[in-house]
C-alpha cells in the first residue's frame, strides 16, 4: 500500500517501489540502483533486468536537466479534466537518465523552449496527493 | 525471396461511428467479404485469430464467441493483441502458425467497436495502454504522446504546421474516395486556420498537434486469409505472397525512450527486418500504407520506412510524392486519419488495401504503374510496438 498517493490520480496501490511516495513527502526524487551491477534506474525498478538481481538501493535524480521535449494538454483524460490545459515533457540529466512529469503551472507556454535548462522538485496537492514536477532553471 | 504464404482472400467493414450491430455482426461483414473473395467455404479454414484492443471489448476472452458466430468451430482459436498493431501481429503469427507446416489456411479477424464508451473514456484507456504506474498518474493520452514527439521533432527538423496540415489534406483526397472510409469530406487550409470561427481542425488538443491532426475513431472490421502455398495456387487466381516480415518493441515509458526527434525507433528495426528478409530497399516498394495515427507518425514513417533520409521526411509531402501519381505513393485510402482507426481492425484493413493495390482492383484508389510491392507499416501504442509487413505478386 501506500502508491495510491502518488500522482493526480494514482492507478497502482501496491508496488515494491512505494517507498518513492514517502521519498516525495521528504522532499526527494529518487530512482533505484542496482547493488549487483550499478545499473541505475527511473521511474524506479524492485528488479535489475540488466543482472537479475533484486537487491536495489535508492538514490537521488540528479537537479539539473535539459527539457528534450513537451506538450500543451487541452483535452484531458477522464478524471483529469478540472486540470487543463496542463503541460507534460521529458527531462534529460547529464549522463542520460531521463524523467516524465508535468511542468509547472506558473510556466507560461511562451517560457517553455525545447532544451532549455529545467530543474525537478516534488510536490503536494491540496488533496494530499503527492508527486514531481519540471520547473526552469 | 520466398513464396511460401499468402493471402488468398481480403475483407473490410465499412468504418463508421456508432456501428448499429453487436461485435460478432461487425465482425462477420469482414469475415463475410474475405470468404467470397478467396471462394472458399468454413470448412476451408484450419484455424482462427482474433484481434483487438481489450479495454473497449465488453465480451470476455472474444475468440470463442466470433468464432463460433463465423462457423469456425470446433477448429483452435484464440486472441491476440498489441493495441493498434494487433491485427498486423495477427498475420505475422497466422504466418508462423503456416510456415512451421502446423496449419494450412488460417483467418486473421481484427475488430473494434469503440462506440460505446464517450470519446474522453477513451482517451483514457488508451492512455493507460502506456505506463499507468508512472505515467497515467499525470494525466496523459494518446495526442500528448505522440506531440512529445512532434514537438521535438519539428524543433530539430524545421517541420512545420503547415506540413502536418498537408498531410491531413492528402489523406482526406483519398478518404474522400474510399467509400468505406469514416471521414468522407475534403480538408482545405480554410479547417486549420486559427482565425476562421468555421475551422473544425484548428483547435490545439496536445500542442503541437490540432484536431485536424488526429485520426478518426471508427467502429470496424477486417478480414485477411492466409494459407500455404500449395493451398494457396489450388485456391486463388492472384495470390499475394508474404515476402518480409518485421516486428519490433519499445521501453513503454517516456523516460527510457532514446531521442524524440528521431522518431519511434521500434519502426525503425522492424523496418529493417522486413526489408532484409523481403531482400528489397525502400526504393523497390511501389505502394504503401503507413500508420498515420497522427499527422506526424506518417512523416516520421516516411523516414523509419527508409522512403526519405532522417528529417527529411517533410520534403516527400512538399513534393506530393506520396499522392497517388506520385513516386511512393502512401495511404491511398486515406489513411487512419480519414478511413478511420477502429484499433483492431486497422493492421488487417492497411493489408487488405495493398492486397487490392497489388492485385489491381482498388478502384478510383487505384495506384497507376501495375504495382508489384506493396508495404504495410502498422504501430502499436506510441511506438510500443511495430510491425512492418512486406507483400508481393
Same mark, same amino acid.
Given at each position: 500500500?501506500?502508491?495510491?498517493?502518488?500522482?493526480?490520480?494514482?492507478?497502482?496501490?501496491?508496488?515494491?517501489?512505494?517507498?518513492?511516495?514517502?521519498?516525495?513527502?521528504?522532499?526527494?526524487? $529518487?530512482?533505484?540502483?542496482?547493488?549487483?551491477?550499478?545499473?541505475?534506474?527511473?521511474?524506479? /525498478?524492485?528488479?535489475?533486468?540488466?543482472?537479475?538481481?533484486?537487491?536495489?538501493?535508492?538514490?537521488?535524480?540528479?537537479?539539473?536537466?535539459?527539457?528534450?521535449?513537451?506538450?500543451?494538454?487541452?483535452?484531458?483524460?477522464?478524471?483529469?479534466?478540472?486540470?487543463?490545459?496542463?503541460?507534460?515533457?521529458?527531462?534529460?540529466?547529464?549522463?542520460?537518465?531521463?524523467?516524465?512529469?508535468?511542468?509547472?503551472?506558473?510556466?507560461?507556454?511562451?517560457?517553455?523552449?525545447?532544451?532549455?535548462?529545467?530543474?525537478?522538485?516534488?510536490?503536494?496537492?491540496?488533496?494530499?496527493?503527492?508527486?514531481?514536477?519540471?520547473?526552469?532553471? | 525471396?520466398?513464396?511460401?504464404?499468402?493471402?488468398?482472400?481480403?475483407?473490410?467493414?465499412?468504418?463508421?461511428?456508432?456501428?448499429?450491430?453487436?461485435?460478432?455482426?461487425?465482425?462477420?461483414?469482414?469475415?463475410?467479404?474475405?470468404?467470397?473473395?478467396?471462394?472458399?467455404?468454413?470448412?476451408?479454414?484450419?484455424?482462427?485469430?482474433?484481434?483487438?484492443?481489450?479495454?473497449?471489448?465488453?465480451?470476455?476472452?472474444?475468440?470463442?464467441?466470433?468464432?463460433?458466430?463465423?462457423?469456425?468451430?470446433?477448429?483452435?482459436?484464440?486472441?491476440?493483441?498489441?493495441?493498434?498493431?494487433?491485427?498486423?501481429?495477427?498475420?505475422?503469427?497466422?504466418?508462423?502458425?503456416?510456415?512451421?507446416?502446423?496449419?494450412?489456411?488460417?483467418?486473421?479477424?481484427?475488430?473494434?467497436?469503440?462506440?460505446?464508451?464517450?470519446?474522453?473514456?477513451?482517451?483514457?484507456?488508451?492512455?493507460?495502454?502506456?505506463?499507468?504506474?508512472?505515467?497515467?498518474?499525470?494525466?496523459?493520452?494518446?495526442?500528448?504522446?505522440?506531440?512529445?514527439?512532434?514537438?521535438?521533432?519539428?524543433?530539430?527538423?524545421?517541420?512545420?504546421?503547415?506540413?502536418?496540415?498537408?498531410? /491531413?489534406?492528402?489523406?482526406?483526397?483519398?478518404?474522400?474516395?474510399?467509400?468505406?472510409?469514416?471521414?468522407?469530406?475534403?480538408?482545405?487550409?480554410?479547417?486549420?486556420?486559427?482565425?476562421?470561427?468555421?475551422?473544425?481542425?484548428?483547435?490545439?488538443?496536445?500542442?503541437?498537434? /490540432?484536431?485536424?491532426?488526429?485520426?478518426?475513431?471508427?467502429?470496424?472490421?477486417?478480414?485477411?486469409?492466409?494459407?500455404?502455398?500449395?493451398?494457396?495456387?489450388?485456391?486463388?487466381?492472384?495470390?499475394?505472397?508474404?515476402?518480409?516480415?518485421?516486428?519490433?518493441?519499445?521501453?513503454?515509458?517516456?523516460?527510457?525512450?532514446?531521442?524524440?526527434?528521431?522518431?519511434?525507433?521500434?519502426?525503425?528495426?522492424?523496418?529493417?527486418?522486413?526489408?532484409?528478409?523481403?531482400?528489397?530497399?525502400? $526504393?523497390?516498394?511501389?505502394?504503401?500504407?503507413?500508420?498515420?495515427?497522427?499527422?506526424?507518425?506518417?512523416?516520421?514513417?516516411?523516414?523509419?520506412?527508409?522512403?526519405?533520409?532522417?528529417?527529411?521526411?517533410?520534403?516527400?509531402?512538399?513534393?506530393?510524392?506520396?499522392?497517388?501519381?506520385?513516386?511512393?505513393?502512401? $495511404?491511398?485510402?486515406?489513411?487512419?486519419?480519414?478511413?478511420?482507426?477502429?484499433?483492431?481492425?486497422?493492421?488487417?484493413?492497411?493489408?487488405?488495401?495493398?492486397?487490392?493495390?497489388?492485385?489491381?482492383?482498388?478502384?478510383?484508389?487505384?495506384?497507376?504503374?501495375?504495382?508489384?510491392?506493396?508495404?504495410?507499416?502498422?504501430?502499436?501504442?506510441?511506438?510500443?510496438?511495430? $510491425?512492418?509487413?512486406?507483400?508481393?505478386?
Amino acid at each position: 500500500m501506500g502508491f495510491e498517493k502518488f500522482g493526480r490520480k494514482s492507478f497502482t496501490a501496491i508496488t515494491k517501489t512505494a517507498k518513492f511516495v514517502d521519498f516525495l513527502a521528504e522532499g526527494k526524487i $529518487n530512482g533505484t540502483v542496482c547493488k549487483k551491477c550499478g545499473a541505475k534506474y527511473f521511474p524506479p /525498478r524492485a528488479d535489475c533486468a540488466a543482472c537479475f538481481s533484486n537487491e536495489m538501493d535508492w538514490f537521488e535524480m540528479p537537479k539539473k536537466g535539459k527539457l528534450e521535449t513537451y506538450t500543451i494538454a487541452y483535452y484531458a483524460p477522464f478524471g483529469f479534466e478540472a486540470d487543463c490545459p496542463y503541460t507534460m515533457g521529458v527531462v534529460e540529466f547529464e549522463g542520460g537518465l531521463k524523467l516524465f512529469a508535468r511542468l509547472s503551472k506558473d510556466l507560461k507556454p511562451e517560457d517553455i523552449k525545447t532544451g532549455m535548462d529545467v530543474s525537478v522538485r516534488p510536490i503536494k496537492y491540496e488533496d494530499g496527493q503527492l508527486s514531481f514536477e519540471i520547473v526552469k532553471l | 525471396m520466398a513464396k511460401d504464404v499468402a493471402v488468398i482472400g481480403v475483407g473490410q467493414s465499412y468504418f463508421v461511428r456508432g456501428y448499429e450491430g453487436s461485435i460478432r455482426e461487425l465482425a462477420f461483414e469482414a469475415f463475410r467479404e474475405a470468404m467470397q473473395d478467396a471462394g472458399i467455404t468454413t470448412k476451408d479454414i484450419d484455424a482462427s485469430v482474433f484481434c483487438s484492443a481489450p479495454e473497449y471489448d465488453k465480451q470476455r476472452s472474444p475468440a470463442g464467441v466470433l468464432a463460433e458466430y463465423l462457423g469456425l468451430i470446433p477448429q483452435p482459436t484464440f486472441y491476440i493483441e498489441t493495441v493498434c498493431s494487433s491485427s498486423s501481429t495477427g498475420v505475422k503469427v497466422a504466418y508462423s502458425m503456416i510456415k512451421s507446416g502446423l496449419h494450412d489456411v488460417v483467418v486473421v479477424l481484427g475488430f473494434q467497436k469503440m462506440s460505446e464508451i464517450t470519446s474522453a473514456e477513451s482517451q483514457e484507456r488508451m492512455g493507460r495502454g502506456a505506463d499507468i504506474q508512472w505515467e497515467s498518474p499525470f494525466g496523459t493520452m494518446m495526442p500528448a504522446y505522440y506531440a512529445l514527439y512532434a514537438q521535438a521533432y519539428m524543433a530539430k527538423n524545421g517541420l512545420t504546421h503547415e506540413d502536418l496540415m498537408n498531410v /491531413r489534406i492528402k489523406s482526406a483526397t483519398y478518404g474522400q474516395i474510399n467509400e468505406r472510409a469514416v471521414y468522407r469530406k475534403g480538408v482545405t487550409k480554410d479547417d486549420f486556420d486559427p482565425n476562421n470561427p468555421n475551422a473544425r481542425m484548428a483547435a490545439p488538443v496536445a500542442w503541437p498537434l /490540432r484536431v485536424g491532426d488526429a485520426c478518426a475513431n471508427a467502429d470496424g472490421s477486417s478480414c485477411i486469409i492466409l494459407a500455404n502455398a500449395e493451398k494457396a495456387k489450388a485456391i486463388s487466381k492472384k495470390p499475394i505472397w508474404i515476402l518480409g516480415i518485421g516486428a519490433a518493441s519499445e521501453a513503454v515509458n517516456m523516460a527510457a525512450r532514446p531521442d524524440f526527434s528521431k522518431g519511434l525507433r521500434a519502426a525503425y528495426k522492424a523496418a529493417e527486418q522486413a526489408y532484409n528478409m523481403a531482400g528489397i530497399k525502400p $526504393n523497390d516498394v511501389k505502394v504503401a500504407e503507413v500508420h498515420d495515427c497522427f499527422t506526424i507518425a506518417e512523416i516520421m514513417a516516411y523516414e523509419a520506412l527508409g522512403f526519405a533520409p532522417p528529417g527529411e521526411g517533410k520534403q516527400l509531402i512538399r513534393e506530393k510524392a506520396t499522392y497517388k501519381e506520385g513516386k511512393i505513393p502512401v $495511404n491511398i485510402d486515406g489513411g487512419l486519419l480519414s478511413k478511420g482507426h477502429p484499433i483492431g481492425a486497422t493492421g488487417g484493413s492497411q493489408i487488405r488495401t495493398i492486397v487490392l493495390q497489388l492485385r489491381g482492383e482498388a478502384g478510383p484508389m487505384q495506384v497507376p504503374g501495375e504495382p508489384d510491392i506493396g508495404l504495410v507499416h502498422n504501430v502499436g501504442g506510441v511506438g510500443l510496438y511495430a $510491425n512492418v509487413t512486406i507483400f508481393g505478386r
